[in-house]
Structures are given as C-alpha cells and as structure tokens.
C-alpha cells in the first residue's frame, strides 16, 4: 500500500516529462548527428514584443520552379485544393560554392543524399512557374546586442544559414555573412 502511495505520483509526473523528452528528441538526434550544410538566405529583421529580437529568414530553396517537381508532385497541382499545403521533400544539391540548392521536389522519401521535409504550397494560380515550400528554418533568435551586430553585418554581405540535417529534419544552427 505505501509503494502504490509514492508510485502513482511518480507516474503522473513523469508523463508529461516523457511527452517533451520526446518532443526534443528528433530536434536534438539532428543537432547531434546531422549533416551541415549552407543555404543562402535573405534576412529581415524584425522585433516582436513578446518573443524579442530575432532574424526573420527567406531560403533562396523556398522559392522553387515547378520544373523541379516529380510526377507526384506536379499531380498536386491538378488535384489539390488550391491553398492548400502538402509535405513534400526537397533534395539538395551542393552547387560550386559549397552551397546547396533545390534539385528535386517529391511526395516519397529519398532514400539516399541530402534533403529536407517541407510544406508546399498549392497556389491559386498554378500558371505562375515558381512555387513555395516552407521548412521550419524561419526564425533566428539571438540577444539584442547580437541582433543589432547581425543587422550590420547582413548590409553589406549576403547571410548564408548553416543548417544541420538528417533525415529530412532540419535544424538551424547559426547565420554567417560572407
């Protein structure tokens, strides 16, 4: 009767620790064992009251042609709901700069080299070649002072994000102006 007593609490609390552990998880097995790589970015910079300072970002693989669509995902295009958003994986490949472009959009998963899981967005207008895929990578928050060094600095060179990737999870590790 005493162990029941200790145990039950033991269990209830636990649960929701067990529910953000597992939350973190993938975020952090990426952080860990992912691969890093670069992607060219246009920044902005916004301020919001409650979340403070932070670099909005804009990836140039945000913005892909419809010619890089696979047969599966330019179906999307006839048979999809106009506004809405389908997941999709991105592959990349690495361009003469060392940084990585968009290669191929598909609803399957690759099952080799390196890509990202992203959300595209099925446009009214599917005349228009370029079509939009989010991924997560938005926002970069950093200290007041950080932010304000980054804002200078992002004037004069274009920022490139080094991002860690596995198994298209993404997570953003820092920004650099080169």
Known sequence: M????????????SIP???????????????????????KTVPVDPT????GSYVDLHY??????????????RSLLINKNRGD??????????????????????LEK??????LKGRLHIPYDTTNSSLQIKYGLDNF???SDKAKEMEAAAAG???????????GNAVLMTISFK
């Open 2 to 13: 005493k162990n029941n007593r200790f145990l039950r609490p033991l269990i209830v609390f």
């Open 48 to 51: 919001d009251l409650f979340r």
């Open 141 to 143: 928050y950093a200290a």
């Open 85 to 106: 958003y389908k997941n999709v994986y991105v592959q990349l490949q690495q361009n003469n700069t060392g940084l990585y472009e968009a290669a191929l959009v598909t």
């Open 17 to 39: 620790v067990l529910i953000l552990v597992l939350l973190a998880a993938p975020h952090v097995w990426t952080t860990v064992t992912g691969n890093e790589i670069h992607l």
């Open 110 to 115: 690759p099952h080799k080299g390196t890509y």
């Open 157 to 167: 060179h274009a920022p490139v994000a080094m991002v860690k990737v596995k198994n």
């Open 60 to 73: 140039e693989i945000e913005s892909v042609d419809s010619s890089l669509l696979d047969d599966s995902a």
